[in-house]
């Protein structure tokens, strides 16, 4: 896909569920409504990342949260990929697009080592006039990857298959990361729509209906074009 993610998937809240499920390998979800028509694959051994290095999604402890060095770490691996997975282009420059849950981005923004999100945003803003955006809640972009957050991100995969609720899985997208298809049987529009008149025609009823599939792209048995980040997220309480 050629523009960020989110403007391509928001149309709806089922497709926008599906889509993540697909991305970040939730198997966990095995009901074809919430997986656009199509079976949920795991993420390849080569496309994931777990911050600190562990082997699965039930080893992420709470020490294991999410930060920066893992944004340049999926690029990084993106970039080196065989095959290389490609950004897409905005306003003529390479951007990767990457997805985090608000677990997440509550660690990312809330780490104040050297050289973590508060310590870059001090940096760039001290003395400016500009509104610092971590006071407006704008994600913003660090390292060329377009920074946003969906409650869709999903959570974990345990090593034994079961959902693993005290992680997160963000995603790394580069082009063409996940393809979707539409259709209706014969009409001028993917969509067949239906209008009809209700309580001696006073209220006027509307169904769209279409056919809709959804898959993940990978390639000589490799994810395409996405990276899954896996971190320890869980709600913020004191």
Same mark, same amino acid.
Do not use: C, F, K, M
């Given at each position: 896909m050629q523009q960020p993610f989110g403007a391509v998937l928001g149309v709806t809240t089922q497709e926008r569920t599906f889509s993540f499920n697909h991305v970040c390998g939730n198997t966990v979800q095995t009901d074809l409504r919430y997986a656009g028509n199509n079976a949920i694959i795991a993420p390849s051994s080569s496309r994931v990342?777990? #911050?600190?290095g562990v082997a699965s999604d039930d080893l992420l402890t709470s020490s294991h949260v999410m930060s920066l060095q893992w944004v340049d770490y999926a690029k990084e691996l993106a970039q080196t990929a065989?095959?290389?997975i490609q950004p897409i282009m905005v306003d003529g420059d390479e951007k990767y697009v990457m997805y985090f849950h608000p677990y997440q981005i509550?660690?990312?923004r809330?780490?104040?080592?050297?050289?973590?999100?508060?310590?870059?945003?001090k940096s760039i803003y001290q003395g400016s006039k500009q509104k610092n955006p971590i006071y407006s809640g704008a994600l913003g972009e660090?390292?060329? #990857?377009v920074l946003r957050m969906s409650? *869709? #991100?999903t959570q974990g995969v345990a090593a034994a298959g079961t959902? *693993?609720?005290?992680?997160?899985?963000? #995603?790394?997208?580069?082009a063409q990361s996940a393809v979707i298809a539409t259709g209706s049987s014969n009409g001028?529009?993917?969509?067949?729509w239906v209008e009809e008149l209700f309580d001696y025609k006073r209220w006027l009823g509307v169904g769209v209906k279409s056919t809709i599939g959804m898959k993940k792209t990978v390639f000589n048995s490799k994810d395409f074009a996405t990276v899954v980040v896996s971190s320890y997220a869980a709600q913020h309480t004191s």
């Open positions: 990342l777990r #911050v600190g065989d095959p290389q509550t660690d990312l809330t780490n104040t080592s050297t050289g973590q999100w508060l310590d870059i945003t660090h390292n060329g #990857v409650h *869709d #991100v959902a *693993d609720t005290d992680t997160r899985r963000a #995603v790394l997208l580069g001028e529009t993917e969509y067949e």
